[in-house]
C-alpha cells in the first residue's frame, strides 16, 4: 500500500538547478535503499543516486560531484538536488524505494528537460 509521487520536474537552461521530490504515502519502517533513477527516450533505465538505510551514498559517474540525494525521514519524502544541469540530464527521473529482494516500489516518474 506504499504510494510514491514525484514533482519538481520541468524545464531548464543547461547550467540551471532542479529540486525533485518523492513523497511516500506512509511510514516506511524497514527499507534497504531509496534512490533516483532515470530513463530517456529509447535508452536504458539508470541509477542516478543511491541512498541505503544506513546513511551511505552511490552516484552515477555522470551525476557525481552535481547531484545530491537527501532524505527528510519525518516527512517521508526523498529528495534530488540538481545542479549545473546538462542537455544529457534529460529523461523521466523515477523514485525507488527497496524493501526487500523482491520487493520495491516506483513512482510515477516527472520529466526533467536541460535545453536552451
Known amino acids: 500500500q506504499v504510494q510514491l509521487v514525484e514533482s519538481g520536474g520541468g524545464l531548464v537552461q543547461p547550467g540551471g538547478s532542479l529540486r525533485l521530490s518523492c513523497a511516500a504515502s506512509?511510514?516506511?519502517?524497514?527499507?534497504?535503499?531509496m534512490g533516483w533513477y532515470r530513463q530517456a527516450p529509447g535508452k536504458q533505465r539508470e541509477m542516478v543516486a543511491i541512498?541505503?538505510?544506513?546513511?551511505?551514498?552511490n552516484y552515477a559517474d555522470s551525476v557525481k560531484g552535481r547531484f545530491t540525494i537527501s532524505r527528510d525521514g519525518a516527512k517521508n519524502t526523498l529528495f534530488l538536488q540538481m545542479n549545473s544541469l546538462k542537455p544529457e540530464d534529460t529523461a523521466v527521473y523515477s523514485c525507488?524505494?527497496?524493501?526487500?529482494?523482491?520487493?520495491?516500489?516506483w513512482g510515477q516518474g516527472t520529466q526533467v528537460t536541460v535545453s536552451s
Open positions: 506512509g511510514s516506511i519502517f524497514s527499507f534497504i535503499a
Open positions: 525507488n524505494i527497496r524493501v526487500g529482494v523482491l520487493r520495491n516500489y
Open positions: 541512498l541505503s538505510s544506513g546513511g551511505s551514498t
